[in-house]
């Protein structure tokens, strides 16, 4: 065992995936980025050799690579413009037309909106099981030309947590693929590998990256498909700028300070939301009580800062737009995991296919920055009392 194996997961982090020392002995804290579009080579057999196309990466892309993989292991990693774009990548390289794929119905809508439209259009077919349906349950749904087992634990929005270990084995003895959006815990909180997944998405725009002004995704895999991620990666030209590239490796070196704050701050703003006559369900995985809390505490280290609460059903929308057009500390957006905080709302039953949701109110979707739990609470208890 090397010295360095026998380190913190978080002191690793800090010092992989730096700048060498230069012929002065000297060395950059910051990995600086490398611009580049076009890679020269000394000579015709160097050229030909290492086919050093800028859309293969830079020194500032894969240093990237190696420091996300310390984050979350395996044994390769693609970088992508999007989390979006690292999804379309990886079904891309693991089906063909007339292959199944079977995913969670807690699914992250744009993931779903590929699956009903373009993969389809390709010849994929999909079916949705529910994120309640037993190991057993989902290893039916298996079918022989199931090519990939498509999971999202917690899920999107509604934060219902899967068995992933069990289900992967079952989908290992079928001779499918597992495979994972680990947004939510960026990577930090669960161990998709040991889990048996081969392959595992990252929204690099979240956590990782951390304040808002990065668009960015990653393909960690296993060698067992990574040849075949590699292939799709460079046929559809999906390399990452540069500046969004070094963005995020600066950023990484402190995301596990800041989702320690951000995933603390969530679970007191839960508790305490749970207190509340307004609120019909609070949904975070951390809470006793919340289905797959027992699964959640054996696989998981911890909480991240998103989670949802599902508002009683007579607040209506007019109701739910007094709450949250009036907040102060709350963003209404779309993202997450940046250093700010976010709210936005759904109707969950719009966007499922299969499964029943047994609430009739607003879900508000929360992403805790690092403002103060106190002061959040204050804009929340303001908003409610709109209500």
Known sequence: MSPNSRRHRTTRLLHRGRAGFGENGLAPVNQPPVRAST??????????????????????????????REVEGGDACHLCPSGLAAIAVALTALTRSGDHILVSDALYFPTRRLLNTLLKDYG??????????????????????????????????????????????AARQRGAVTMIDNTWSAGWLFDPFAAGCAVSIQA????????????????????EVADR????????????????????????????????????????????????????AVLHPALPGHPGHEIFQRDFTGASGLFSFVLKPEYDDAATRRMLDGLELFGLGA??????????????????SVSDWPHDGWLIRLSIGLEEPDDLMADLQAGLERL
């Open 39 to 68: 890679i020269r080579a000394t000579d015709l057999e160097t050229f030909e050799r290492e086919s050093p196309y800028a859309t293969k990466g830079t020194d500032t892309t894969r240093a990237l690579g190696a420091a996300l």
């Open 124 to 169: 994929v077919s999909t079916t949705y099981f529910g994120p309640h349906a037993t190991t057993d349950e989902i290893a039916a749904m298996m079918r022989d030309d199931t090519a990939v087992v498509f999971l999202e634990s917690p899920g999107s929005d509604t934060l219902e947590v899967l068995d992933v270990p069990a289900i992967a084995a």
């Open 204 to 223: 690099a725009t979240k956590y990782q990256a951390g304040h808002g002004d990065v668009l960015l995704g990653a393909v960690l895999s296993t060698d």
């Open 229 to 280: 991620i590699a292939h799709a990666h460079l046929s559809l030209g999906q390399c990452p700028g540069s500046e969004e590239a070094w963005l995020t490796l600066r950023g990484l070196r402190t995301m596990p300070l800041r989702l320690q704050r951000q995933g603390e701050g969530a679970l007191k703003i839960a508790h305490w939301l749970t207190e509340r006559d307004e609120v019909a």
């Open 335 to 352: 993202s997450w995991g940046g250093y700010e905080s976010l709210v936005m709302r759904k109707r969950v039953r719009e966007i499922r």
